[in-house]
C-alpha cells in the first residue's frame, strides 16, 4: 500500500459527543494490513514502521463470534422480551432498529439482547456490584475488542503520531452503537479510502491531551499491583463462603425489630426467602470462625457479625488508626494487604478489572473471566442461606454441616486453580497495556 495521509474526525450524537478529539498535524505512513486465516488475533505479527490495521471482514466476524459466546454465557440471567425492563417506547424503537440491523446482517446478534434480570441471585451481582443495568448494560458486554497484544510498541513516528494505535478497517459510528467501544476511538480517513476507527491506549487513558495527568494513570497501576499482590498470597481454604451468612446474622431479633435495623444488605437478595431458620443461621455463625478477608463484602456485615469476623480482630488493624470497615481512604491500602486467591468474590471481581481495560482487554480472555465470576457467583449463592432451588434451581451447598463446609473447600479449590492462570492473563493484559503507554510518553 503506497504511503497515504491520515486525516482524524471527530464526531457526535445527537445529544452529545462521545468523545472530543484535536486534529493532529499531517503525517504520512503506511497501513500494513492485519490478516488473519483462522479469525482470530490472538497473534499478529507489527510493523514497526506502520499503523496496524485489521480487515474488515475479520474483525466483524470476530466481534459476532464474541457477541455470541457473551450471550450463551448470560442467557441464563436474561429477562424474556416481555418483561419490564425492555418495555416502553423508546425501547421499542431501539429494538425494532436493532431488528432491522440484523436482517441487514450488520450484527447478528443484536436483536436478542435484553436486560439482565434484577431477581436472578446469580446474576444479579453484575448489575449491583458492576452496574450492568438494562440492554445498555448488556451491550457493553458484548462489545468487542481488538484487544492489546496488536499494539505497535515502537517508539517510531507511526507510534508517537497515533501513540500506539490499532486501526479497524471499515468501522464507522453506527459501530459504536452495536458492537464496538467509543471510549479512546477515533475516526480515521485516508486519501487512499483507508478508512477506519481507531484504538490508541493514550486517547483511551489521557483523552486527546499532549500532557499526560498521573491521576488517569492511577487506577490502572492499581489494578495491576491488586493482580501481583492476589498472585502471591496465600490462599484462605476455610472461609466456607461464611461472608453471605454474616450479612444476614440477627442473634438478638427483639433487639432488631425493635431498633428496625435489619442486616445492610438484606435488600439485595429480599425476594429470596431463607432455606434454613434465624437460629441455624445464628448458630453457623457463632460456631465458625468468620475469616473474610474480601474488604468490599464487610459493609454489608451485621453489625454484630462485624466484630466476629477474623481480620477484623487482626492486631494490626489494632494497633493503627484503621476503621472496620475502613473508610474509603484506608479501602484501598486494605484491599491490597488482604486479597487472596481463594476468595470467591476476589475470582468475581475479575470482571471488574477486565471492564477498567475497555478495548484493550483480550476478547478471548475477556470471555473467560466472565463464565469464570459466573461460575465464582453460582457457587456463592449455592453456599449461601438463601433458598434459590426452588424458583431457580440452584442446589445448596450447606455449609452449616461438615459434609456441607467439606464440599465448599473442594468447589473453592477447583475454582481457584481455574482462576489463577486467567488472573495471570489478565495482569499480562495489564502489563501490556501500560508498557504501551510507557513506551509514547
Given at each position: 500500500?503506497?504511503?497515504?495521509t491520515?486525516v482524524r474526525?471527530?464526531?457526535?450524537?445527537r445529544?452529545?459527543?462521545?468523545?472530543?478529539?484535536r486534529l493532529l498535524?499531517v503525517?504520512?505512513?503506511s497501513?500494513a494490513?492485519?490478516e488473519?486465516?483462522?479469525?482470530?488475533?490472538?497473534?499478529?505479527?507489527r510493523d514497526e514502521d506502520?499503523?496496524n490495521k485489521?480487515?474488515?471482514?475479520t474483525w466483524?466476524?470476530?466481534?459476532?463470534?464474541?457477541?455470541q459466546?457473551?450471550?450463551?454465557?448470560?442467557?441464563?440471567?436474561?429477562?424474556?422480551?416481555?418483561?419490564?425492563l425492555?418495555?416502553?417506547l423508546q425501547?421499542?424503537?431501539?429494538?425494532?432498529?436493532?431488528?432491522?440491523?440484523?436482517?441487514k446482517?450488520?450484527?447478528?446478534a443484536?436483536?436478542?439482547?435484553?436486560a439482565?434480570?434484577p431477581?436472578?441471585?446469580?446474576?444479579n451481582f453484575l448489575?449491583?456490584?458492576?452496574?450492568?443495568?438494562?440492554?445498555k448494560?448488556?451491550?457493553?458486554?458484548?462489545?468487542w475488542s481488538?484487544?492489546?497484544?496488536?499494539?505497535p510498541?515502537?517508539?517510531?513516528?507511526?507510534?508517537?503520531t497515533?501513540?500506539?494505535g490499532?486501526?479497524?478497517?471499515?468501522?464507522?459510528e453506527?459501530?459504536?452503537f452495536t458492537?464496538l467501544h467509543a471510549k479512546?476511538?477515533?475516526l480515521?480517513?485516508?486519501?487512499d479510502?483507508c478508512k477506519?476507527?481507531?484504538?490508541?491506549?493514550?486517547?483511551?487513558?489521557?483523552?486527546?491531551?499532549?500532557?499526560?495527568?498521573?491521576?488517569?494513570l492511577?487506577?490502572?497501576?492499581?489494578?495491576?499491583s491488586?493482580?501481583?499482590?492476589?498472585?502471591a498470597?496465600t490462599p484462605?481454604l476455610?472461609?466456607?463462603?461464611?461472608?453471605e451468612?454474616?450479612m444476614q446474622?440477627?442473634?438478638?431479633?427483639?433487639k432488631?425489630?425493635?431498633?428496625?435495623q435489619?442486616?445492610p444488605?438484606?435488600?439485595?437478595?429480599?425476594?429470596?426467602?431463607?432455606?434454613v431458620?434465624?437460629?441455624?443461621?445464628?448458630?453457623t455463625?457463632?460456631?465458625?470462625t468468620?475469616?473474610c478477608?474480601?474488604?468490599?463484602?464487610?459493609?454489608?456485615?451485621?453489625?454484630?457479625?462485624?466484630?466476629?469476623?477474623e481480620f477484623?480482630?487482626?492486631?494490626?488493624?489494632?494497633?493503627?488508626?484503621?476503621?472496620?470497615?475502613?473508610?474509603?481512604?484506608?479501602?484501598s491500602t486494605?484491599i491490597?494487604?488482604l486479597?487472596?486467591?481463594a476468595?470467591v468474590?476476589?475470582?468475581?471481581?475479575?470482571?471488574?478489572?477486565a471492564l477498567?481495560?475497555g478495548?484493550?482487554?483480550?476478547p478471548?480472555?475477556?470471555?473467560?473471566?466472565?463464565g469464570?465470576?459466573?461460575?465464582?457467583?453460582?457457587?456463592?449463592v449455592a453456599?449461601?442461606?438463601y433458598?434459590?432451588?426452588?424458583q431457580?434451581?440452584?442446589?445448596?451447598?450447606p455449609?452449616?454441616?461438615?459434609?456441607?463446609?467439606?464440599?465448599y473447600?473442594?468447589?473453592q479449590?477447583?475454582?481457584?486453580?481455574e482462576?489463577?492462570?486467567?488472573?495471570?492473563?489478565l495482569?499480562?493484559?495489564?502489563?501490556?497495556f501500560l508498557?504501551?503507554?510507557?513506551?509514547v510518553?
Open positions: 500500500m503506497n504511503p497515504s491520515i474526525h471527530s464526531w457526535t450524537t445529544s452529545r459527543p462521545l468523545f472530543y478529539s498535524p503525517r504520512k505512513f497501513c494490513v492485519l488473519d486465516d483462522s479469525n482470530t488475533i490472538d497473534t499478529i505479527n506502520s499503523l485489521i480487515s474488515e471482514e466483524r466476524l470476530n466481534s459476532h463470534d464474541h457477541a459466546t457473551i450471550l450463551e454465557l448470560l442467557s441464563p440471567g436474561l429477562t424474556p422480551p416481555d418483561h419490564p425492555n418495555t416502553g425501547r421499542q424503537q431501539r429494538q425494532k432498529e436493532r431488528k432491522e440491523n440484523y436482517q446482517g450488520n450484527q447478528s443484536d436483536a436478542a439482547i435484553t439482565l434480570d431477581k436472578n441471585p446469580v446474576y448489575i449491583e456490584y458492576y452496574g450492568l443495568r438494562g440492554t448494560g448488556v451491550r457493553r458486554l458484548l462489545k481488538p484487544g492489546i497484544y496488536t499494539v510498541t515502537t517508539t517510531s513516528a507511526i507510534a508517537t497515533t501513540h500506539g490499532i486501526l479497524l478497517e471499515g468501522a464507522t453506527q459501530d459504536f458492537s479512546g476511538a477515533s480515521w480517513e485516508t486519501d479510502d477506519g476507527v481507531l484504538y490508541s491506549p493514550w486517547n483511551y487513558v489521557y483523552g486527546h491531551r499532549s500532557i499526560p495527568k498521573p491521576q488517569r492511577a487506577p490502572f497501576l492499581w489494578y495491576q491488586l493482580l501481583q499482590q492476589t498472585l498470597a484462605i476455610h472461609c466456607y463462603g461464611l461472608h451468612w454474616a446474622y440477627q442473634p438478638t431479633t427483639e432488631v425489630s425493635k431498633d428496625n435489619l442486616p444488605s438484606s435488600k439485595y437478595q429480599s425476594h429470596l426467602k431463607l432455606r431458620s434465624q437460629t441455624t443461621l445464628n448458630e455463625v457463632e460456631s465458625n468468620l475469616v478477608s474480601h474488604v468490599d463484602a464487610w459493609k454489608f456485615f451485621a453489625k454484630e457479625a462485624l466484630v466476629q469476623n477484623g480482630r487482626h492486631k494490626n488493624f489494632h494497633q493503627s488508626s484503621t476503621q472496620i470497615p475502613p473508610t474509603p481512604e484506608q479501602r486494605q491490597l494487604a486479597e487472596q486467591p476468595c468474590h476476589t475470582s468475581m471481581d475479575l470482571l471488574k478489572i477498567k481495560l478495548p484493550f482487554c483480550d478471548h480472555l475477556f470471555q473467560k473471566i466472565l469464570l465470576t459466573i461460575q465464582a457467583r453460582s457457587l456463592d453456599a449461601s442461606p433458598d434459590a432451588k426452588t431457580y434451581g440452584i442446589e445448596p451447598i455449609i452449616e454441616t461438615l459434609e456441607g463446609r467439606n464440599e473447600k473442594r468447589k479449590l477447583q475454582l481457584m486453580k482462576a489463577t492462570p486467567i488472573r495471570r492473563d495482569l499480562q493484559n495489564y502489563n501490556i508498557s504501551a503507554l510507557q513506551i510518553q
